[in-house]
């Protein structure tokens, strides 16, 4: 579930990129696969998501989302604080 959820939202903020869409997700999924085939260095693989799936997020609009209606509440401080523990939980 977690997967699919991680590649629609890889997908979705794609959706923007000058790129191909579907290019951007399966250059991303490929070179992935790839480094997981050669190693299971949690460490490793961490980092790799850092720098390869990540960034294709968009954090601050899922984390919108995420809290609703109140978010407008938020002051910016509180939304960039929480924008920063949705990103933390990406990388967990």
Known sequence: M????SFAALAAA??????APEAIV???V????AVIQKTNDSTQLRKLAEQKVLPHFDTREMTRLAVGA???KATPEQQRRLEE???ALGRS
């Open 85 to 87: 523990k949705n990103r």
């Open 30 to 33: 490929e070179e992935v696969l």
């Open 14 to 19: 794609a959706w923007g990129a000058t790129e």
């Open 2 to 5: 977690a997967a699919a959820y």
């Open 26 to 28: 399966r250059s991303t």
């Open 70 to 72: 109140s978010w407008r």
